[in-house]
C-alpha cells in the first residue's frame, strides 16, 4: 500500500546491508508519525511484538520467523545453536499467545532446518523459509480480496449502486498482514473495480487499533469512512445503516469457531439480529488444526 505516495509493506530486509537487517513500520506512533525501524537484534525485534510496535496475525508470524533468524545469525557454532534452539523458538512462539500464525511460522523454520548439516546451511535455510512463509501470506492476502470483491460487488447490485455502507472491527489491513490485509482486503479491491464505498470504522478500545491504524489506512486510501464508538455498532445496524460486516481473526477452530479482538462478538451477534451479512477474512495460517 501506499503512504504518501510511497508503495510499502510493512516488514522487509534493508538492502545493501552488511548482515541480515530487519526494517519495519513502527504503529505504535502511528497516526501521528511515520517511523521505520530497523534492526539486526532479535532481541529487539521480539520486543517489538511483545510491545505491539508490530501487530496482526500474519504479520506477527512473519516477524517471529525473522526474529528466528536473527537469532540464528549470532552463532558460530553448530552445536551451541542446535543446544539453544529449543529455548529461542520457545521465546518468540510465546512471544504473542493469540496468533496462530506465529506458531506456524516457527514450526516450519524447525521443518526446513531440520535436515541442514552446516551452520551456514541452517541459516540459508532458515531465511527462505519465512521468505517463502511471507510471499504466501502476501498471496493469500491478495486472494482474500479478490473473493471478498465480489461479495461486496453483489451487494451493490442489491442496492443498485448505492454507496454501500462496510463495518469492520480493530485493525486487519495491510498494516495487520505484509500487504493488502484481510478485512481491509475486499474493501481495497472492490473500490479498485469502481464499488462506491463507506467504512464504519470501529474505535477499538483499549488500544484503539481502528480509530489510529484502519482509520489512518482508510484515509491514505482515499476511501471514505467515519469513525464510531464500539458501542454504536448496534445502533447503526439497527437502522439501516450498514450493509456487511467484515472483521479479521487471530485463531479459528477446525470446526469454525472464530477468535478476534474483543468486541467482535458483540457485533456478530448484533449483525444476526438485524440480518446483516457478517464475514471473518482469514489466510490459511490463522486456522488452528488442534483445537476442534
Not at 521465546?91 to 548439516?117: C, G, W
Not at 458501542?231 to 460486516?245: R, S, T, Y
Request: hydrophobic share 40%; glycine share 6%.
Amino acid at each position: 500500500m501506499k503512504i504518501n505516495g510511497k508503495s510499502y509493506r510493512t516488514i522487509w530486509e534493508k538492502e545493501g546491508a552488511a548482515s541480515l537487517t530487519v526494517c519495519y513500520i513502527n504503529q505504535n506512533k502511528l497516526p501521528h508519525r511515520f517511523e521505520i525501524l530497523e534492526t539486526s537484534d532479535f532481541r529487539r525485534l521480539l520486543e517489538s511484538i511483545k510491545t505491539m510496535d508490530l501487530r496482526g496475525a500474519p504479520l506477527i508470524g512473519i516477524a517471529g520467523g525473522y526474529c528466528i533468524c536473527l537469532a540464528i545469525n549470532e552463532y558460530h557454532d553448530k552445536a551451541r545453536l542446535q543446544s539453544d534452539f529449543r529455548e529461542i523458538c520457545q521465546s518468540v512462539s510465546s512471544a504473542r499467545p493469540t496468533a496462530v500464525n506465529l506458531q506456524h511460522a516457527v514450526k516450519l523454520i524447525q521443518q526446513k532446518i531440520t535436515f541442514a548439516e552446516t551452520l551456514e546451511k541452517i541459516k540459508a535455510a532458515a531465511l527462505a523459509a519465512i521468505r517463502c512463509f511471507a510471499e504466501v501470506e502476501l498471496e493469500s492476502s491478495r486472494k482474500i480480496g479478490e473473493f471478498g470483491k465480489e461479495i461486496l460487488i453483489e451487494l451493490s447490485k442489491k442496492k443498485g449502486g448505492e454507496r454501500l455502507n462496510v463495518m469492520t472491527h480493530c485493525n486487519a489491513g495491510w498494516l495487520a498482514c505484509l500487504d493488502y490485509g484481510t478485512a481491509l482486503s475486499p474493501i481495497y479491491a472492490a473500490r479498485d473495480a469502481g464499488i462506491d464505498l463507506h467504512v464504519w470504522v470501529s474505535e477499538t478500545r483499549p488500544r484503539n487499533q481502528g480509530a489510529k491504524l484502519t482509520a489512518f489506512e482508510l484515509l491514505h486510501e482515499n476511501i471514505p469512512h467515519t469513525i464510531i464508538a464500539d458501542n454504536a455498532a448496534g445502533h447503526l445496524m439497527q437502522h439501516g445503516l450498514v450493509d456487511v460486516v467484515i472483521v479479521g481473526a487471530d485463531r479459528v477452530t477446525r470446526s469454525g469457531d472464530v477468535c478476534n479482538k474483543i468486541g467482535t462478538y458483540l457485533k456478530a451477534l448484533a449483525a444476526a439480529d438485524n440480518g446483516v451479512p457478517f464475514y471473518a477474512a482469514l489466510p490459511e495460517s490463522t486456522i488452528d488444526s488442534t483445537i476442534q
